[in-house]
C-alpha cells in the first residue's frame, strides 16, 4: 500500500512497550531519533547547505558548523514550542498508535499523568492533524463514493446541545472484492459543488467512479472520471449491497464513534477524528503497533505546529 521505503523493525523503531523504553530511555536518544526521521540521509543544513553534524546546543538546538546559524530541531515538527520533554510526547504517540481503536483525551491524561486535560486534549488533536498528513496521494481504479451521516451533539446558540446530523463523504477503493484505501471528508451540504470539490480532491482523474443517482453527481465524466451510476430500482439489491465498501466504512465509523468516543464528537472536531480513521484504515495491515507509531513519528517530524487557537477554531 502506501508503505513507502518499507522501514525495518528493530532498526528503524521498536517492535514492543520494552524495547520502546529502551530506544528512549533519554532525552537524548530522543533527540538522535528525531533529527534521523527529520534528516534520513544525513543532516543538511537548511541555510547553506553544509552536510557536516552540527554542534549541538542548549536544549534542543543545533549549530551549523558550515554557516553557524542556530536550527531548532524541533522547528517545523509537531513538537515546535513544546515545553515538555520528547519523552513524554513519544510517550503519548506510542499510546495513541497501540489502541487499537485509538485513544480518548482522559486516557492519555491518566497515561502520562499530565496535568491537565486540555493539555492531554491538545496533544490528541495535534497527533490526529499529524495523521492525514501522507494521505495526499489519490485514490485510483475503481471508486465508491456516496455520503453517511454522522450524528453528533452540536451546541447551538444557547449552548444547548441538539441532535443535528454532520454529512460525510466516503471513498473507497475497490480492490477484488476488498476494500483498498479510503478518504473521508465533512461537507456542508450534499451539492455537486461540494462533492465534486472533494472528489477531484481525494481521487485521481481517469478513475472510474460508481455512485448512487444522486443529481450531485452528475456530470463527473467532464472531470476526467469514468461514472457508474446504481440505482435500487435498476439492480434490485438492497440498499447495503449498492455500494457495499462505503456502507462498510461508514457503519466501521460510526461504530468507533459510538465506543472509543462515547458518541462524543462535536461538529467542529469531526475533521481530526475523520483524520485518524483514515489514518488507522489506510494502515490497517500494519499489524504492528511499532509501524504504526513510526509512521506517525514519520509525520510528526515533518508537519509543522498548530496553536492551540487553531485547534480550538476547528481546521
Ligand atoms: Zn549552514
Redesign the pocket.
Known amino acids: 500500500m502506501d508503505e513507502q521505503a518499507r522501514p525495518l523493525l528493530g532498526v528503524d523503531y521498536p517492535g514492543n512497550f520494552q524495547e520502546f523504553e529502551a530506544w528512549f530511555a533519554t532525552e537524548v536518544d530522543c533527540r538522535n531519533y528525531l533529527a534521523r526521521l527529520r534528516w534520513p540521509s544525513g543532516f543538511c543544513?537548511p541555510?547553506?547547505?553544509?552536510r557536516d553534524a552540527p554542534w549541538l546546543t542548549g536544549r534542543s538546538g543545533l549549530r551549523?558548523k558550515?554557516?553557524?546559524?542556530d536550527i531548532s530541531l524541533t522547528g517545523g515538527t509537531l513538537f515546535e514550542g513544546t515545553r515538555k520533554p520528547l519523552q513524554d510526547w513519544y510517550r503519548a504517540m506510542w499510546f495513541v498508535t497501540s489502541q487499537k481503536h485509538g485513544a480518548s483525551a482522559l486516557g492519555l491524561q491518566r497515561v502520562l499523568g499530565l496535568g491537565s486535560y486540555q493539555t492531554a486534549w491538545a496533544w490528541l488533536h495535534k497527533m490526529r492533524r499529524a495523521m492525514v498528513l501522507p494521505d495526499r496521494d489519490r485514490l485510483t481504479g475503481t471508486v465508491e463514493v456516496d455520503e453517511t451521516f454522522i450524528g453528533a451533539p452540536e451546541e447551538d446558540v444557547h449552548g444547548r446541545e441538539t441532535e443535528k446530523k454532520a454529512i460525510v463523504v466516503v471513498a473507497a477503493e475497490q480492490r477484488g472484492k476488498a476494500i483498498g484505501r479510503i478518504r473521508l471528508q465533512r461537507i456542508e451540504d450534499a451539492s455537486a459543488e461540494r462533492l465534486r470539490a472533494f472528489i477531484q480532491k481525494s481521487v485521481s482523474e481517469g478513475s472510474l467512479l460508481i455512485t448512487d443517482g444522486w443529481s450531485g453527481y452528475t456530470g463527473l465524466e467532464n472531470l476526467g472520471y469514468g461514472h457508474a451510476i446504481r440505482t435500487l430500482q435498476r439492480s434490485g439489491l438492497p440498499a447495503h449491497e449498492l455500494l457495499p465498501r462505503v456502507h462498510r466504512i461508514a457503519s466501521l465509523l460510526k461504530r468507533w464513534f459510538l465506543g472509543t468516543l462515547q458518541g462524543g464528537v462535536q461538529h467542529r472536531h469531526l475533521d481530526y477524528y475523520l483524520d485518524e480513521f483514515t489514518f488507522r484504515f489506510n494502515r490497517r495491515s500494519s499489524r504492528s503497533r511499532g509501524l504504526l507509531f513510526y509512521r506517525l513519528m514519520q509525520q510528526a517530524a515533518n508537519c509543522g505546529q498548530t496553536p492551540y487557537r487553531a485547534l480550538v477554531g476547528g481546521k
Do not use: A, E, Y
Request: charge should be positive; proline fraction near 0%; glycine fraction near 20%.
Open positions: 543544513c541555510q547553506c547547505g553544509s551549523c558550515g554557516c553557524r546559524s
